[in-house]
């Protein structure tokens, strides 16, 4: 049953810890200020990225819920990061549109 | 600005360790079969709870997008809870209530 | 049995407030890139203290391995905040304090 | 720099997702009750993984401190899930073997 959601897992895993290592590069660059609202919405995406891993994972009866939330934030995030050239936020923001694109498909289904 | 979040945190947190108390005590029912379903949303509730929670705390982009999730889960779990007369299923469905509640007033605030 | 645990899922989660309130303040500050190493630890100390908090509201076998690795992450958030004037800086380092204490506690019962 | 625990990383989200899908599946078992302290366990092994791949991903100052805390839990959880048959308790067993191995070389590396 749980297989059906492997997909999204691995792309919620994977956007989650796209946004994590996006978070703590942004902090370490020149000009921090510029890179606020990206720290911000990469913890909240990764955060609820992991929850909805999990959620799936437990073939949970609110995984649809949480995919469609999860998708949102994901949406907010590749916009924010999708302005910036570095690579991290690069790589972030083609992580959280896969994921958001997983997670319509699973709360959809 | 977070202040206007207060009260709903502190619901969150209250149904977090409810339900997190509530699937420690149905693993160790008589009857854990009959629980099978209270702990299992009691795990997802409880783990939805504090992200809310901690999104609000932060005063995120998304976290009306979070505490709408959170009501549809916390009124699954209340219904659920509601059933069992065990005293850690009645609080945790109290707990479950006043957090959809509040979160909902959230969400469409 | 979880009554023990109480006053520390209630410093826990607290704390966990306070980091998440603070992480987000920094970030609007005029010199964000001051308070860089403050918001990294900000937020993995929030979220450590959400899973101690979880640990013992279900009674966990790990509770304690769990509240030792957090008041060492509560020791770090609070040596960093201390060093800010800011009532937020200074509100996180107290709540910090205060959980690294009871959760210290709980980790020698 | 988070290259190095890129490998463990990807051995605590595994694990994770381990952990959360034995839970559930233990949950539909019939005999629930035998599944009861491999549910609980389970449950928090999932956790403390998710949020060590989080605190690698961000290069956190305490990613040591909390593998050494993942690795005790993957060891229990190890441990009892290898005392039963089932195909998601023994896929579960190997997932937390190999993810506390990981963490043991990150906390002392």
Same mark, same amino acid.
């Given at each position: 049953m749980n297989q059906q959601? %492997?997909?999204?897992?691995?792309? =919620?895993?994977d956007c989650a810890d796209a946004c994590d290592?996006? +978070?703590a590069a942004c902090l370490q660059e020149e000009d921090v200020?510029?890179? +606020?609202? =990206?720290?911000?919405l990469d913890v909240d995406? $990764? &955060?609820l990225c992991r929850v909805a891993a999990a959620m799936m994972a437990r073939g949970s009866a609110a995984a649809?819920?949480?995919c469609e939330a999860c998708a949102a934030i994901c949406d907010m995030c590749? %916009?924010? =990061?999708?302005? *910036? &050239?570095?690579? *991290?936020? &690069?790589?972030? $923001? +083609?992580?959280?549109r896969r994921c958001a694109a997983e997670c319509r498909r699973m709360a959809s289904a």
């Open positions: 959601y %492997e997909t999204c897992i691995e792309a =919620c895993n290592m996006c +978070a200020k510029m890179m +606020a609202r =990206c720290i911000a995406c $990764a &955060q649809k819920v949480v590749a %916009e924010e =990061c999708a302005k *910036h &050239q570095m690579e *991290h936020c &690069q790589r972030c $923001a +083609a992580a959280c």
